[in-house]
């Protein structure tokens, strides 16, 4: 990653280029951390995620002070929303605003890369959190997730179980 500042010095262009990145590798899913928010005043965040085939989702959640947006790169992600299904395939970009229930997976047989961004960039270190558990041998079951998401205004929807 390289920062490019302007000749005014006022401002810093950050290029990240393919390879580079901060890795996050959570189970059957390797995300790839392309803004933390460290560069935009911590207004935005970007990762590209590549899911595996027949890799589940979060528990469907909602986020009370981010918007996450998706764009769908390769392959089918099915999006659960409340109780409907929506398959996307590449080219589709889903936007889901603060309060609405979500989850995605890869059910297919290919895998399936998006590239999503958070407004602000409050949940990217909901990501970190999870590698961290895995590193310390912790397995990542739903009230795991729960209990983490928790941290970053976030709550299970419909079925998912509470934290302990």
């Given at each position: 990653m390289t920062d490019a500042s302007?000749?005014?010095?006022?401002?810093?262009v950050r290029v990240v280029r393919p390879g580079e990145g901060e890795t996050v590798v959570l189970g059957t899913t390797r995300m790839r951390i392309l803004e933390d928010?460290?560069?935009?005043?911590?207004?935005l965040g970007?990762?590209?995620?590549?899911l595996a085939p027949h890799t589940p989702g979060p528990p469907q959640h909602r986020?009370?002070?981010?918007?996450e947006g998706f764009y769908v790169v390769s392959g089918t992600v099915r999006f659960t929303v409340g109780d409907q299904d929506h398959d996307a395939p590449a080219g589709t970009l889903v936007m889901v605003?603060?309060?609405?229930?979500?989850?995605f997976a890869n059910v297919g047989d290919e895998p399936a890369v998006m590239l999503s961004t958070f407004t602000p960039d409050l949940?990217?270190?909901?990501f970190r959190d999870l590698q961290d558990m895995i590193a310390a041998g912790q397995q990542l079951?739903?009230?795991?997730?729960?209990?983490t998401m928790r941290r970053y205004a976030t709550e299970p929807a419909g079925d998912a179980p509470a934290a302990p």
């Open positions: 302007k000749a005014s010095g006022t401002a810093s928010g460290s560069g935009t005043g911590h207004r970007v990762a590209e995620s590549v986020h009370a002070q981010h918007d605003p603060p309060g609405a229930p979500h989850t949940y990217v270190q909901y079951s739903s009230e795991a997730h729960v209990a």
